[in-house]
Each structure stands twice: as C-alpha cells, then as structure tokens.
C-alpha cells in the first residue's frame, strides 16, 4: 500500500437522500461501526445496485465491460481507495496490476466501488477522508423495520448543510 494511512471499508448499501432525491452510497468501516455516505448519480447507483442485488442484464452494462476489459487483458483490481476530498468533490483511484506491475487509475468513488464490486476488490478510503466525513452510527438513533428506513432515517438526522455540499 502507500504511506498514507487506509481504512478498509465496506458497501453497507445504497439509499436515497429525501431532501435532494440523490442517491447514496454508504460504506461502512470494515472494523468499526462508522460509515461513511457518498451522493453518487444515478447510472452508478442504479450499476451498483444491480450488481449487489444479482440482477444480470442480457448484455454487460459499462462497470461489467471494464470488468471483463481488465480481467480479459490479464490484469486485476488490486483495489480501489477514496484518496481526497477536495472542493467538496471526492476523489478515488483504481489500483490495476499484471505480472507484479502496477498501474494507478484516476477515478470518481462511484465508478471505482461499482468495479470493486464486481472484481471483488477491497475498499478503502485514506484515513484523513474518513475522519472528515464520517458517522459514528451508534450516535444516532436510527429507527425503521427495513435497512432502507434505517437509511433513510439516518440521512433525516444529518445536518443537510454537511453533506449537500458534496459533489457527485
């Protein structure tokens, strides 16, 4: 890995922002109990989404053509890190590697965890990114019978002033 210091993450799931009607991706500290939203657009939610709920298109969508392009080429997702936030827009990178060599892929967060995903590549986000923009769950009092309500309630009790100002 690099110098800088990495925290591995999870998709915890994906819901809508009742305030903005955007979605959000929600992932979770593998180790703990924060997590951390990203606004994504719609193309990539709706690509995550289908991924993660096994639905299988008759022909590949974009993150499953990438996919197929990396690994048919001899290359993998080594893995994909959220490694800034900077003027409110999050930045990510796509770690490919072949034959012990690496190569680094500028990305948006949405587009690297959608390829994640689908190579089951790990997650991580630099630790400076967490601390900024993370939630401690057992903070809040969440309630709601499904995951979605919980999700839901949860983007309620945030201050809409911190996370609006993030750019998909």
């Not at 827009?89 to 948006?108: C, G, H, K, P």
């Amino acid at each position: 890995m690099t110098d800088k210091q990495m925290i591995e993450v999870v998709v915890q799931g994906l819901t809508i922002d009742p305030n903005s009607n955007n979605p959000v991706l929600i992932l979770k500290e593998k180790a703990g109990e924060r997590v951390m939203p990203i606004w994504i657009g719609l193309f990539e939610a709706n690509s995550i989404a289908m991924h993660l709920g096994e639905v299988r298109p008759p022909r590949p969508m974009t993150h499953d053509l990438l996919n197929s392009v990396v690994r048919d080429t001899g290359m993998s997702v080594k893995r994909v890190s959220v490694t800034d936030l900077k003027d409110n827009t999050f930045y990510a990178t796509i770690l490919l590697e072949r034959d012990q060599t690496e190569v680094m892929i500028d990305s948006r967060p949405s587009d690297a965890v959608a390829l994640a995903v689908r190579s089951q590549a790990p997650i991580f986000i630099d630790s400076s990114v967490f601390e900024q923009s993370a939630i401690e769950i057992a903070s809040l009092e969440i309630s709601g019978d499904s995951e979605k309500d919980k999700w839901t309630d949860l983007l309620d009790k945030l201050d809409p002033e911190d996370f609006s100002k993030y750019k998909m």
